[in-house]
Structure formats: structure tokens, C-alpha cells
């Protein structure tokens, strides 16, 4: 749980940072809901989301018990992003019924046929970005997710090593870095998203898939 978690972009944006351990979201995400006042008054273990919360999670309302299964996906190790699965539309769920029923597979000995899940499925694709010749020059490619940034950022500081030996929260800028990094000497591993997002341009076009 004290892991550092790549964060989905809307997840990201919401709490200004790239990577988070799931202990630490849960606390900021507890603060956020005591600021607003956003646990039901006749329940206090409910928790009643606003709208830009509602944006991220897709959701009206969760429990404190559910709410670690939302932010499951919105928040993976950059080794391997964790399974979310995609919920088919309404529309396409009856035409898939419709094909399988034409076919004679709808059915069997008089019980519907169970459906199959997608061992496959994952995070939803990510937008990619063209970014900026300095962070290029760090991760080795000028068009990339806002994950994919983040990880290839990891993989040269920890390359370099740069993480500070006393504090591995504290990273300690080379020359490349630095350019990226506002030209700060030293940043912590949670204030590098606000210089990070400079160095994103418009979208590509293109996007990455996780799978």
C-alpha cells in the first residue's frame, strides 16, 4: 500500500500529482470529502460525490468500503497497469445477445449461457501528447501518454540515480532534469507534475494502449 501508483490523467489532474501510494490518495481523498461536506448526513459511511468527482469515477455515490474499488482504476504500478474492465454500451450488449441467440449459442440445455469474461481487458487507452526537446531529452521520445511520461521519468531517475539517499522522496535534478524541472536543483517525487505538465503539448491524435 505505501507503493508509488501511476494515477490516471483525471485522477492526476484532480489531486496535481503524477503518482501517488494508494494510502496517501485515500487520505487526500478523505480530506477532500470533509472539506466539502460530502458524506450523507444520515449516513456517514456514504459518501454523496460532487460533480468533479463524479467526472473521475463515473458515479453518484459510493460507500467507504466501495471506494477503494474505484480507485483501483484510476491508479496502477508502472510495471503493470491493474485490470478495469470495460462495461459494454446498452446497444452494443443486445446486438452481441441478438448474434449469439441467432447462432444457437444463447441458450443451452434451457439455462442461458454464462457470460465469458475478458481476461484482457485493462485501463481505458490514454490520450498521447507531443512533448516539449527538453523532456524528450529525459524520456526518450517526443509523443507519449501522461502515464507513459511519468514511468519513463521513474526509469531515468532511477537510472541515474538521482533519488536523494537520505529522503528517496526528494530527487536531485542532473542537467537534463533540470530544464524540466524549472530549473530546480532538487523537487520531491509529488511537486514534479506541476512542472511535468508544462512540457505536455497539444494531443497527438494517437493514443497508448496499457494492454
Known amino acids: 500500500f505505501q507503493k508509488e501508483l501511476v494515477l490516471s490523467s483525471e485522477l492526476a489532474a484532480f489531486l496535481d500529482r503524477d503518482t501517488m501510494a494508494r494510502t496517501e490518495i485515500v487520505k487526500k481523498m478523505w480530506e477532500y470529502f470533509k ?13 454523496l460525490l460532487d460533480e468533479p468527482l463524479q467526472a473521475i469515477f463515473k458515479v453518484k455515490k459510493f460507500t467507504m468500503f466501495s471506494m477503494n474499488k474505484h480507485i483501483t482504476k484510476h491508479a496502477w504500478t ?6 478495469s474492465p470495460k462495461k459494454a454500451k446498452p446497444a452494443a450488449k443486445k446486438k452481441a445477445q441478438a448474434k449469439v441467440k441467432s447462432e444457437g449459442g444463447a441458450e443451452k440445455g434451457g439455462k442461458k449461457a454464462k457470460k465469458e469474461k475478458d481476461p484482457n481487458a485493462r485501463k481505458a487507452k490514454q490520450p498521447m501528447h507531443f512533448l516539449s526537446a527538453d523532456l524528450t531529452a529525459v524520456v526518450g521520445s517526443g509523443e507519449m501518454s501522461r502515464p507513459q511520461v511519468s514511468k519513463n521519468i521513474w526509469v531515468y531517475i532511477r537510472e541515474k540515480g538521482l533519488q536523494n539517499p537520505s529522503d528517496k522522496r526528494e530527487i536531485m535534478c542532473d542537467d537534463k ?28 491524435g494517437r493514443s497508448h494502449d496499457p494492454n
Open 35 to 47: 472539506a466539502k461536506e460530502l458524506q450523507n448526513p444520515k449516513d456517514k459511511r456514504e459518501i
Open 78 to 83: 508502472p510495471e503493470e497497469p491493474l485490470p
Open 177 to 204: 532534469l533540470k530544464k524540466v524541472m524549472g530549473g530546480s536543483d532538487t523537487v520531491t517525487m509529488f511537486s514534479m507534475n506541476k512542472f511535468i505538465g508544462a512540457h505536455l503539448g497539444e494531443k497527438s
